[in-house]
């Protein structure tokens, strides 16, 4: 039964690795069940319930999960993914000002456009069509941005008429105890400390208590209900340009944020063949954009495959059995929103800012001599935490990439996919 259902093979694979690979995987990943609402506690003046979000989360890593395990057969976590949830509240809702609902229609049609293109091949070809560098940029440029909403959101990043930003009062309040969440939970990373960023969430909590920052309602208690979110869509912008904007930027992220998870975790896990190619991947790609619709419905942003779950392929899982009990710890951890949802902003500053660490890493395979690719790749980072925005990095650094090379006579390096999405970009500044 486990053979048919998961891929285990009882001749190669050991039920107690997979279940102890399941368990790492959850433990390195469920930070996103203290963040996600945290995150989406900014849209709490537009009707967006927190406690739904902490369900809605929950859900969505369930199934998507399970999806994994049962159809894909691999041994890899999914959640609402860090990144994109940025994305969908500062962007989408709080900076070009459309409501949530609006945005969670967005992510139904991202997810069903994903099912298409990874039913059809299409996906690769769009792949193939933008430069390596900027799809590496991309990653390092939402790595700062979650980062600096982290700092934002402590107080140790703090507004300055002058100069914009400055250092916020770091020796008081939640400035001070995001700093020490920081320091604990990079030492907790730094000694290899298994759930490290789990464990820095609860124990900057627990610090907070005797500072009056943290207040703890309960532990266990019967799931928030979902229905304040649930299937709650706004089509009446489903044919504007902001629309196609916001759907093309939330299939762009996904689908390279899934590309780079799964080849480098399968790589990880001995599953890529010599000649490159890896067995069952459109069916984990299919995995992913079956989670983001389910995400979607649900009443959270885009659902993806978690990096973290290289955690549980080191620790020897190779099959949809680690992947089912990671669903299954997600299942159990339904009942604790009283403690996830006690999280205070300052103590997911630590996870934001080392999440926004480990997303800078495609940074080093940027060729920085090369600067018609360096320069596109540098505005596309630095675009991100300096508009606010993920998708102004990501119009501006195709815009540039187009430009620069054009003016250079670098044709070569041109597709007609990036010649035709410059000139939409360029066309969305100008009348929008």
């Known amino acids: 039964m486990l053979q048919k259902l998961f891929g285990f093979d009882p001749a190669q694979n050991k039920l107690k690795t997979e279940v102890a690979a399941g368990i790492t995987t959850f433990l390195t990943m469920a930070y996103i069940l203290a963040v996600n609402p945290n995150i989406f506690s900014h849209l709490a003046a ?23 395990a049962v159809y894909a057969k ?5 959640a609402p ?3 994109l949830n940025a994305f969908f509240v500062f962007t989408v809702c709080l900076t070009m000002g459309y409501p949530w609902q609006m945005a969670l229609t967005a992510v139904l049609i991202e997810g069903f456009i994903f099912i298409i293109l990874s039913a059809t091949g299409i996906r690769s070809m769009m792949v193939d069509a933008i430069p390596a560098s900027l799809k590496r940029a991309i990653g390092a440029g939402i790595g700062l941005f979650i980062a600096f909403i982290g700092l934002k959101n402590a107080g140790i990043v703090a507004a300055n008429e002058a100069t914009f930003v400055t250092i916020g009062k770091i020796t008081e309040g939640s400035a001070l105890l995001g700093v020490i969440g920081i320091i604990l939970t990079s ?32 532990l266990v208690d019967v799931p928030p209900s979902v229905s304040p979110i649930f299937c709650q869509f706004d089509f009446s912008k489903v044919f504007s340009i902001d629309m196609v904007i916001i759907v093309f930027t939330f299939l762009f992220i996904d689908m390279f944020d899934t590309m780079g998870t799964l080849v480098g975790v399968c790589t990880k896990a001995g599953m890529m063949k010599p000649d490159g190619r890896i067995h069952g991947l ?14 979607a419905c649900f009443g959270t942003s885009t659902t993806t495959t978690y990096v973290e779950s290289a955690s549980g392929v080191a620790q020897g899982g190779r099959t949809g059995l680690t992947a089912f009990i990671t669903a299954m710890c997600f299942l159990v951890a339904l009942f604790f929103a009283p403690l996830f949802l006690s999280v205070p902003s300052a103590a997911t ?51 540039s990439y187009v430009a620069i090379n054009a003016c250079c006579g670098n044709f070569k390096r041109l597709s007609i996919t990036m010649w035709v999405l410059a000139i939409l970009f360029v066309l969305k500044y100008i009348f929008i």
């Open 282 to 295: 459109n069916k984990a790609f299919m995995a992913d954009a079956v989670a983001t619709v389910a995400g």
């Open 81 to 83: 993914g860090m990144g």
């Open 46 to 68: 537009q009707g967006m319930d927190t406690h739904a979000v902490f369900t809605a989360t929950v859900l969505a890593a369930i199934v998507g999960t399970l999806v994994m």
């Open 349 to 399: 500053t630590p996870v934001l800012v080392i999440v926004g660490l480990y997303m800078m890493s495609p940074i080093k395979d940027i060729d920085l001599n090369d600067y018609a690719e360096s320069i596109p790749a540098f505005i596309t980072i630095i675009m991100m935490p300096l508009t606010y925005s993920i998708s102004d990095g990501i119009l501006c650094g195709m815009i």
């Open 187 to 218: 030492v907790l990373v730094i000694k290899k400390v298994p759930g490290n960023l789990l464990i820095g969430i609860l124990a900057t909590t627990l610090i907070g208590i005797p500072m009056g920052i943290t207040e703890i309602h309960g």
């Open 74 to 78: 691999k041994p890899f976590g999914l």
